[in-house]
Each structure stands twice: as C-alpha cells, then as structure tokens.
T-cell receptor, first 113, second 113 residues
Framework: RKEVEQDPGPFNVPEGATVAFNCTYSNSASQSFFWYRQDCRKEPKLLMSVYSSGNEDGRFTAQLNRASQYISLLIRDSKLSDSATYLC????FGEGGYNKLIFGAGTRLAVHP | EPEVTQTPSHQVTQMGQEVILRCVPISNHLYFYWYRQILGQKVEFLVSFYNNEISEKSEIFDDQFSVERPDGSNFTLKIRSTKLEDSAMYFCASQGQISYEQYFGPGTRLTVT
C-alpha cells in the first residue's frame, strides 16, 4: 500500500464549481497533515495544515479523520487561478525519530471559464 | 515574507561530473531538507539536517550524495559523480521549531547529459 494515496485526476471544472480532493495515508503514527499546491515546474507551496477539528481558510476547507486515515480538501467557488496540482502531504518519522514529509502523487485541477 | 532561496535555477552537467546545489533557508529555522522530483513523478525525501549533522536520509541518498552547512547560512547538496538518473528538480526546504510545516525553495533543475 502506498504511504499517501490520492485520486490521480485530472479534475476539469468550470469556474464557480465546488471541488473535493481525497487522500488516504497508511502510517497511523503520522501527526501532521498538509495540503500543498504545486504549479507546473514550480515548488510545492503550503496551502494549509490540516487539524483534527477541521479548518477553513476562505474558500478552502480541510478535514482529517484519524480513525479512517483520511484527509480531504474542499475548494468552493473555484477560480481560474486555482488550477494547479494539489498535493496531500503527511509527516513521518525516520529511524532516528526526525521528521520528514511524505508526498502523495498529487491531483491536478483545471478550472475553465 | 521570509523565503527559501536556491541557486542555480538550472544546472546542466555531464555524467560523472560533480555538482553542488545551494540553498539559503529561512533565517530562524533549524531543520533543513532536500527533496527531489523526477519529471512527472512525486516529490521524494532525500535527507534532513539538524544541528550540523544529518538526522535522516532515504535510500536514494547514497554515498554519492553529501550535505553541509559550511557557514551557518548556505545549505548545500553535493552529488559527487552524477548519473543520468539524477536528472530532476531538487528542492530545499526549511522548518522552524514550533510546527512540522516546511517551506520550499524554488528548486534547481538538474539535467545530466
């Protein structure tokens, strides 16, 4: 089983649509969860951290279900500028106990007029 | 807003040559990372660095790779004898003390011919 799995996409949606991204992770010891956004040939940019209670930042809502090891991201009223690849990212601890990030393969979103 | 910087943005080298990729992390951060992304694939952890030593490394990070922070500012990744399969985007990231959020530099595209 992959450490972090996402829908491969792509998702093609019209402006104004609501779009949902799903992600599952395999390591129950993971403590921190993130959504990053990556534009073509650019670096991953932190979109938001994901907390157990769920959190919202404007049009973006993230949810975490630890029991199911499931993370989601909802984008409401999508804009053309939301077109990007959305990366589900989970922290993991190596043998030395230090943190590292494990990335999903990403889900590409294309918002069209 | 503080940011991670990387140089060069693009490096072309011949197989067997040594390359050094440079990063300047966010100034008050203590944890530093290198990740790589082969074209069309997901972002992969290479190595983490804390307190002037390697804290974690992946299977990819073999004896051909090394990292150092020679002057308390720059954080470098050296590949001693490059192979064709080392062609990828290399991202540097840094993390502060409070959370596991990591901030990425713009990357160096390494092309090995």
């Amino acid at each position: 089983r992959k450490e972090v799995e996402q829908d491969p996409g792509p998702f093609n949606v019209p402006e104004g649509a609501t779009v949902a991204f799903n992600c599952t992770y395999s390591n129950s010891a993971s403590q921190s969860f993130f959504w990053y956004r990556q534009d073509c040939r650019k670096e991953p940019k932190l979109l938001m951290s994901v907390y157990s209670s769920g959190n919202e930042d404007g049009r973006f809502t993230a949810q975490l279900n630890r029991a199911s090891q499931y993370i989601s991201l909802l984008i409401r009223d999508s804009k053309l500028s939301d077109s990007a690849t959305y990366l589900c990212v989970v922290n993991s601890f190596g043998e030395g106990g230090y943190n590292k990030l494990i990335f999903g393969a990403g889900t590409r979103l294309a918002v069209h007029p | 807003e503080p940011e991670v910087t990387q140089t060069p943005s693009h490096q072309v080298t011949q197989m067997g040559q040594e390359v050094i990729l440079r990063c300047v992390p966010i100034s008050n951060h203590l944890y530093f990372y290198w990740y790589r992304q082969i074209l069309g694939q997901k972002v992969e952890f290479l190595v983490s660095f804390y307190n002037n030593e390697i804290s974690e490394k992946s299977e990819i990070f073999d004896d051909q790779f090394s990292v150092e922070r020679p002057d308390g500012s720059n954080f470098t990744l050296k590949i001693r004898s490059t192979k064709l399969e080392d062609s990828a985007m290399y991202f540097c990231a840094s993390q502060g003390q409070i959370s596991y959020e990591q901030y990425f530099g713009p990357g160096t595209r390494l092309t090995v011919t």
